[in-house]
């Protein structure tokens, strides 16, 4: 039994898992009410300076990276369940929004965008 563990949670199952090139897609809600979108992201561990968001037509995208702590050594971990590294997560609106009017607020780890739908006349 030991052996079985060692095999799949040893420092060699742990790189070809991904520990060295690290990224992540960080879960997301999206829904809409009448007049926006609103869309909440969990981002736990992300610097809101490290967060950047772009919002053109009928797309939100927001790109990032959660960084592991000055000083941390990754190679002397013995589990790294976590995920570090860039994220970019695309949401395909389907109404165009106005990326002028669109508010962010970020805390607690959960940045959420309220995007107002753009109204033809």
Same mark, same amino acid.
């Given at each position: 039994?030991? *052996?079985?563990? !060692? %095999?799949?949670?040893?420092? $060699?199952? @742990?790189?070809? $898992?991904?520990?060295?090139?690290? +990224?992540?897609? /960080?879960?997301?809600?999206?829904? !809409?009410?009448?007049?926006?979108?609103?869309?909440?992201?969990?981002?736990?561990?992300?610097?809101?300076?490290?967060? @950047?968001?772009?919002?053109?037509?009928?797309?939100?995208?927001? =790109?990032?990276?959660? =960084?592991?702590?000055? #000083?941390?050594? /990754?190679?002397?971990?013995? *589990? @790294?369940?976590?995920?570090? #590294?860039?994220?970019? =997560?695309?949401?395909?609106? +389907?109404?165009?929004?106005?990326?002028?009017? +669109?508010? %962010?607020?970020?805390?607690? #780890?959960?940045?959420?965008?309220? %995007? /107002?739908?753009?109204?033809? =006349?």
């Amino acid at each position: 039994m030991n *052996r079985l563990f !060692e %095999a799949s949670l040893g420092p $060699a199952r @742990m790189e070809t $898992a991904g520990l060295h090139a690290p +990224t992540f897609s /960080p879960p997301a809600d999206v829904y !809409e009410t009448a007049d926006r979108f609103v869309i909440q992201i969990e981002l736990p561990g992300v610097d809101e300076d490290d967060v @950047m968001v772009q919002v053109e037509a009928d797309q939100v995208t927001v =790109r990032g990276e959660r =960084r592991l702590k000055a #000083g941390t050594r /990754p190679e002397c971990f013995h *589990r @790294m369940e976590r995920s570090y #590294g860039a994220f970019s =997560r695309t949401f395909q609106l +389907t109404e165009e929004v106005d990326p002028d009017a +669109t508010a %962010a607020r970020f805390r607690d #780890g959960l940045l959420q965008l309220e %995007a /107002p739908k753009v109204r033809r =006349r």
